[in-house]
T-cell receptor, first 114, second 115 residues
Framework: AQSVTQPDIHITVSEGASLELRCNYS??????LFWYVQSPGQGLQLLLK??????LVQGIKGFEAEFKRSQSSFNLRKPSVHWSDAAEYFC????????????FGAGTRLTVKP | GAVVSQHPSRVICKSGTSVKIECRSL??????MFWYRQFPKQSLMLMAT?????????EQGVEKDKFLINHASLTLSTLTVTSAHPEDSSFYIC???????????FGPGTRLTVL
């Protein structure tokens, strides 16, 4: 079965600094990869997804992620973090018919310092 | 587009009672809906998958008689926690997708507290 590892439980960055959140996956076939963001007490909002094609994926809110098959990684990046980006970020890998079997990483909590 | 709502957002109930949570797709027909459970500071765990008009498929370890799922229409799924106990307290999140897409869209979640 597929699995996702987010090595960083908590990251703190200063506002305006760049951000990279790590995600490593394990899956035997070509993965369907997602990044979601969750604000406190809220559901998940899709930031971006990768199914195939260009390995650099652009998402909403200025986020991007790069799929690297050789490293089994799908790291999320943003060049300049805003205070409103403080939230929990989840990487997920989908499998099965229409990605019905979705597995999430443990999440990375982002704190933004003023 | 692709908006999913949940009701209620928060519910407190007494131990032994049943609680129903609704999940609605507001602007698309949700052929498949999913129910997840999230413990504090943890990730989402899939509980069950339901296709419209069919019985839900439960993940291993999830009691189907305790967590009743109904997906009677293309815009509504309900999760009923029967005979709730304090250990059922959690954040329940639904998601939905329409036929032909591989992406799930999530609701805002429901915080259940069982006293």
């Amino acid at each position: 079965a597929q699995s996702v590892t987010q090595p960083d439980i908590h990251i703190t960055v200063s506002e305006g600094a760049s951000l990279e959140l790590r995600c490593n996956y394990s899956y035997g076939a070509t993965p369907y990869l997602f990044w979601y963001v969750q604000s406190p007490g809220q559901g998940l909002q899709l930031l971006l997804k990768y199914f195939s094609g260009d390995t650099l994926v652009q998402g909403i809110k200025g986020f991007e992620a790069e799929f690297k098959r050789s490293q089994s990684s799908f790291n999320l990046r943003k060049p300049s973090v805003h205070w409103s980006d403080a939230a929990e970020y989840f990487c997920a890998v989908g499998a099965g018919e229409n990605n019905n079997d979705m597995r999430f990483g443990a999440g990375t909590r982002l704190t933004v310092k003023p | 587009g692709a908006v999913v709502s949940q009701h209620p957002s928060r519910v407190i109930c007494k131990s032994g009672t049943s609680v129903k949570i609704e999940c609605r797709s507001l602007d698309f027909q949700a052929t498949t809906m999913f129910w997840y459970r999230q413990f504090p500071k943890q990730s989402l765990m899939l509980m069950a998958t339901s296709n419209e008009g069919s019985k839900a498929t439960y993940e291993q370890g999830v009691e189907k008689d305790k967590f009743l799922i109904n997906h009677a229409s293309l815009t509504l799924s309900t999760l009923t926690v029967t005979s709730a106990h304090p250990e059922d307290s959690s954040f329940y999140i639904c998601s939905a997708r329409w036929r032909g897409t591989d992406t799930q869209y999530f609701g805002p979640g429901t915080r259940l507290t069982v006293l």
